[in-house]
């Protein structure tokens, strides 16, 4: 990558759908001068109920392609495909800068009050060594109590962020944590933070929930100036989001969610081929 390149190129970010548009927010929000370039694997959605190694070979197809349509960074902004391929793209591309996500366990643990840190995930998430490692470091601290959102990442795809359906389907997993005492709820999954005002109406006001989306852009900043990747030139970005499902669909929800942060956008398909990712 030539220096120009490295300064140019976009942000590639990559999740199976919807949820992490939750993090392009904060790093459209944190850097605004810098260009994107976004896929949600929506063929393949939910990632969550799926395999490690299918996980990590769909990941792997995505980086490939966010790398040579000029990705200077590779942001997984999904916490199922960073359990599955975090370390995996690291070792496979270690010149490569990738950042993913993992449950906010950490700053959870040192804020409760209750001594009991709730954790909102999809299965692979919590049986990833991602999350094991969180639970070695911190599990002695304050009691983990785990829930899979079963459906939640199905109906933030569809639309329904406000159902009964999904506050019936929130409550299910939410109750137990909080019976238990959890006064910390960590959203180990970006589409749950689309479920916000659902969560927050659920958990009450002495429950704090912490969503990593913030966190992630700004590991984003910093690793982007430790490198040097920082794009100082422009003004402000360009915001490219493509999809492996429906364009069109893809496209209203683009709308609603997108249009309130930048009027630069664009969007399009692109399609699953032999196991590889092309433009259709
Ligand atoms: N958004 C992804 C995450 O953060 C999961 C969604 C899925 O299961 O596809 O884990």
């Keep these: 990558m030539t220096k120009q390149n490295r300064v140019s190129g976009s942000i590639g970010i990559f999740d199976s759908g919807l949820g992490g548009l939750s993090v392009w927010r904060e790093i459209a929000r944190q850097l605004p001068g810098e260009n994107t370039l976004y896929v949600a694997d929506q063929a393949h959605v939910p990632y969550g ?10 990941c792997e197809a995505i980086a490939v392609f966010l790398l040579e349509q000029g990705a200077k960074i590779v942001v997984i902004a999904c916490n199922a495909a960073s359990a599955a391929a975090l370390h995996y793209l690291r070792k496979l591309y270690p010149d490569v800068a990738f950042v993913g996500m ?13 001594g009991v840190v709730g954790v909102l995930a999809t299965q692979t998430t919590f049986q990833g060594k991602l999350f094991e490692s969180l639970i070695a470091a911190y599990g002695n601290h304050a009691r983990v109590v785990t829930c899979v959102g079963h459906g939640l990442v199905e109906n933030v795809e569809s639309g329904a962020v406000d159902t009964l359906e999904t506050e019936k389907l929130l409550k299910e997993c939410m109750d137990p944590l909080l019976s238990m005492g959890a006064d910390q709820l960590v959203l180990g999954c970006t589409h749950y933070q689309f479920l916000m005002p659902l969560i927050r109406k659920l958990a009450g006001s002495a429950v704090s929930i912490i969503d990593p989306a913030p966190a992630v852009a700004l590991q984003t900043a910093r690793v982007m100036k430790q490198r040097q990747l920082i794009n100082t030139n422009q003004g402000k970005g360009r915001h490219v989001f493509l999809t492996t499902g429906k364009p069109e669909t893809f496209k209203s929800n683009l709308e609603r969610l997108i249009t309130p942060f930048t009027d630069k956008w664009e969007t399009g398909g692109v399609n699953w081929q032999s196991g590889c990712l092309v433009h259709v």
Excluded: G, H, L, Q
Aim: glycine share 0%; net charge positive.
């Design 102 to 114: 993992e449950p906010a366990v950490k700053p959870a643990v040192k804020n409760t009050r209750t």
């Design 49 to 58: 109920s799926r395999s490690m190694d299918e996980i990590r070979s769909f």
